[in-house]
C-alpha cells in the first residue's frame, strides 16, 4: 500500500513568508509525528498527534510553528514568518498508535530553504 | 548532556568485516529502544527494535544494557549496501514520541 507522502518534496522561501507543508499518512494510522532534520543534526521531535487527543507540542521551538490535523488524516506543518534558521527538512512519521513498539514509517521530507 | 549520543563516525570498514556502534542515554526512565537506519537524503527507516534479552536479525545484532543505559549494533560480514547512517533512538514517556542520536556514519568498501 501507499507509504507516508509529503509535500512540497522542496519548498524555498524568503525570510519573513510563511510555509505550509503537507503529511498524508498511511491509511488507518491514528499517530502522526513531524520531525526536523537540521544539516549535521539528528531528527528533532516537534509535534505528535494521536487520534482525537490534544496534540503534544511540546518540541515546537516557538510559537511561529503550528500543526493541524484534519478528520484524523491529513496534517499540515505552518511555519510563520520564516527565519533562515527554519532551513531543515521537515519530516512526517505515521503508526498505527497501538503500542510503544509501532514502527513509524517516514515521509521522504520536505526540505525547507530560507533566503 | 544530549539525550542519545553516539558517535558520529565515520567508520570506514573493507566488506566482510565486523563493525559495532555504540550508543548512550540519559534519561533511565526511557522504555523502548530501537536502530534506524538512514540513506543520504532519504528518510529514516526501522532496522530492528532493542530488547533487554538481546535480539538477532541475520547479520544484525543489538543488545541493549539498562544498568549503563546503553544500547549496540553489531554488524556481521559487512556487505556495501550497509553503508548509510545508523541512528540510535529512543523511546521515554507515554506520548511515543523518539529521540534520535544524531547518528553513526558507515562506509563498507571493496
Known amino acids: 500500500g501507499a507509504g507516508v507522502s509529503q509535500s512540497p518534496s522542496n519548498k524555498v522561501t524568503e525570510k519573513g513568508k510563511d510555509v505550509e507543508l503537507r503529511c498524508d499518512p498511511i491509511s488507518g494510522h491514528t499517530a502522526l509525528y513531524w520531525y526536523r532534520q537540521s544539516l549535521g543534526q539528528g531528527l528533532e521531535f516537534l509535534i505528535y498527534?494521536?487520534?482525537?487527543?490534544?496534540?503534544?507540542k511540546s518540541g515546537l521551538p516557538s510559537d511561529r510553528f503550528s500543526a493541524e490535523r484534519t478528520g484524523g488524516s491529513v496534517s499540515t506543518l505552518t511555519i510563520q514568518r520564516t527565519q533562515q534558521e527554519d532551513s531543515a527538512v521537515y519530516l512526517c512519521?505515521?503508526?498505527?498508535?497501538?503500542?510503544?513498539?509501532?514502527?513509524?514509517?517516514f515521509g521522504p521530507g520536505t526540505r525547507l530553504t530560507v533566503l | 548532556r544530549k539525550e542519545v549520543e553516539q558517535d558520529p563516525g565515520p567508520f570506514n570498514v573493507p566488506e566482510g568485516a565486523t563493525v559495532a556502534f555504540n550508543c548512550t542515554y540519559s534519561?533511565?526512565?526511557?522504555?523502548?529502544f530501537f536502530w534506524y537506519r538512514q540513506d543520504c537524503r532519504k528518510e529514516p527507516k526501522l532496522l530492528m527494535s532493542?530488547?533487554?534479552s538481546g535480539n538477532e536479525d541475520g547479520r544484525f545484532t543489538a543488545q541493549l544494557n539498562r544498568a549503563s543505559q546503553y544500547i549496540s549494533l553489531l554488524i556481521r560480514d559487512s556487505k556495501l549496501s550497509d553503508s548509510a547512517t545508523y541512528l540510535c533512538?529512543?523511546?521515554?514517556?507515554?506520548?511515543?514520541?523518539?529521540?534520535f542520536g544524531t547518528g553513526t556514519r558507515l562506509q563498507v568498501t571493496l
Open positions: 512519521a505515521s503508526s498505527s498508535g497501538q503500542g510503544r513498539r509501532d514502527e513509524q514509517f
Open positions: 533512538v529512543v523511546m521515554t514517556g507515554t506520548a511515543s514520541k523518539l529521540t
Open positions: 498527534f494521536q487520534g482525537n487527543s490534544a496534540p503534544d
Open positions: 532493542v530488547y533487554s
Open positions: 534519561n533511565s526512565a526511557s522504555q523502548s
